[in-house]
């Protein structure tokens, strides 16, 4: 069967319409949803929290614990799939993780996203070069040498950098591990249940929650470098922003690897605004990071290009058998 516009005829069950549809939304189960995935976060993020200027953080928990925290979306998401039976049945298909069909789009969706974010952060960085927000030293890559113990020779550094951007695409495979812990909550769970809203109220509620799940360490600094709320107004952009991508590829799918893939890429990528820079540059991160403003204005192009396409209309029918046409 071809791809069906997103519409809500009346259910065939007591719960859902489709395998992978609810009737309502579940609002408890949201909330628990919401609490859990919230609350924990808060709680691996704590011994951050908790240290001071006498006694800070060790460094390798200010690298482990944000790894830790992306794994509470796929607690939360065992508590209301499990305990609260939301959905009743077939949660495998509820959360886009079985059965790959059509195969062959969703391995191709995949393909593409090992490469895709990698695209747009450089696009990104175009954007903020253009406006002059940040200005790339592509001769001596001073930022990305500040950032080294010992200075390279200049012979090295073209192949250096470019081996570091060619490992993007493989560094999305080795995040897909705490990103498919992520989108297991977010694009799995939290998508499907908030689509009885209507596609864009859950495309863009879904990403403002993942956004404001990343408060306990936006308000550590971290993304921006804004402990504040003018942070966690920027990450709950770049959550909506982001989100409806990542979103629009789980309902153009069905299934939630390619947003996997594309969450890992886009992890492995967003640093690369540092090995392009000027070194000493007060380049404002609001701006030129991927979350921020850059990748609002980037991110945006793309999604009214899919939109006047048609392609936020066009989702699988999970509830049987479909037939790429």
Known sequence: MPD?????SPPTSTQTERGDRLRKVPWAALVTFVAVSFGLAWLVSMPLWLASDESPAPALLNRILPVVMMFTPLIATAVVVFIMKVPRGEWARFLGLWPLRPAKRVVWFAVIMTVA?????????????????????????????????????????????????????????????????????????????????????????????WGLWHTPIVLLGQNFDEPN?????????????????????????????PAVIGHGSLNASGGLIFLLGTAGDPAELALVNPLGVSGWIVIGIVVIVLALTGQFKR???LGRPTVEQ
């Open 117 to 209: 974010p990698l695209v747009l952060v450089f696009a990104c960085i175009a954007i903020s070069a253009l406006f002059g927000w940040i200005h790339l030293d592509l001769v001596n890559f001073s930022g990305f040498q500040e950032t080294l113990d010992a200075p390279l020779e200049p012979s090295m550094l073209w192949p250096v950098v470019l081996i570091q951007v060619a490992l993007v695409p493989l560094a999305s495979i080795f995040n897909a591990l705490p990103a498919f812990a992520e989108e297991a909550g977010w694009r799995g769970w939290l998508l499907p249940a908030l689509r009885p809203l209507g596609t864009w109220p859950a495309l863009l509620l879904s990403g403002a929650i």
């Open 4 to 8: 069906t516009p997103d519409d809500f």
């Open 229 to 257: 709320i003018w942070g966690v107004l920027l990450m709950t952009g770049g959550g909506m922003a982001w989100g409806v991508l990542f979103g629009w590829l789980r309902l153009r799918t069905g299934s939630i690897w």
């Open 315 to 317: 989702q699988p029918q």
